[in-house]
């Protein structure tokens, strides 16, 4: 039997959307004693009848358990709770899995030691569903003795629980970069499979083709990566001079078909500088110079 099958440490939850109660859920499944509180009640309905205690109010349900897991839909809803649990909160763990940016991260780290808690601040890269499962994937950031003492407790949230660091901020930083890379490969696809649309070849049809690309895309972002640490930028994928002529010919597909070419036309004017600024035989990744520094 792990140590993880002996925690029965109770555990509170604060925010009963989808992601909270997915979470109060697998508490619950887990063997903890789960103390649930939402702002709008009936949505504790489900979790009392699968044995939850439903606490009258945000402080009480803060008082009733040595971890506290704050999720709600974002910093505003954080701090409107926060408000209202402080004097309930010395000696607690306070993870809060509520998305946001590291400096409200930082905030509510500050706010928690003048309450005598020790903070947690995590990401979630999973879907509620995933929660539980070998596919849930937290990142969590803050002190590493809370984190230790918590931990096992916390695994059973995801198969990926991840500590990154001592700064409560750095979760939130992994957490916003991950989502970025997602966002702005996810709008690429759609320009993509509009572009294979318009040529009336299904989407479906294409897919494989791209998914195929980026299982074999693991040495060039990791030579990327190499690049950007090193200041030193082999052409990886070609020299930027022959990336800008294959830009014009990409710019012009996308504009025969009708599609929006404004992120496709400041990635040319990256490259077009970079090039003017006489690295034309650096590889991609030496936008990154150019990138960091907007204005110069
Ligand atoms: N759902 C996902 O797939 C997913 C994935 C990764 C991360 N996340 C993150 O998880 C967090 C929660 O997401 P969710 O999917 O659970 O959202 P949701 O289903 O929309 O639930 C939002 C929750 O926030 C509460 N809330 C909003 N404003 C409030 C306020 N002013 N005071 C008190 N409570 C307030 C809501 O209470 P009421 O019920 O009273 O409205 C509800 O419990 C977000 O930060 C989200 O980015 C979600």
Redesign the pocket.
Known sequence: MSAADNDRTPVTVL??????TALATTFLENGHPTTVW???TD?AEELVAKGAVRAASAPDAAAASPLVVL????H??VS??LDTVGDALPGRVLVN???GTPAQARAAARWAAEHGADYLDGG?????QDIGTSNGFLLYSGPQDAFETREATLKALGGVTTYIGTDAGQAAVYFMALIGVGYETWISYLHTLALVGAENIKATTFAPFVTGMFSGMNELLTAMARATDDGYYPPDAGPLGVHAALMDDLIATRQASGIDVERLEHVKSLIDRRVAEGHGADGFSSLIETIGNPST
């Open positions: 925010g009963l959307g989808a992601m909270g939402n702002r709008s949505k999720c709600v839909l974002d505003h809803a409107e709770i899995l509520t998305s979630i890269l999973a879907d509620p």
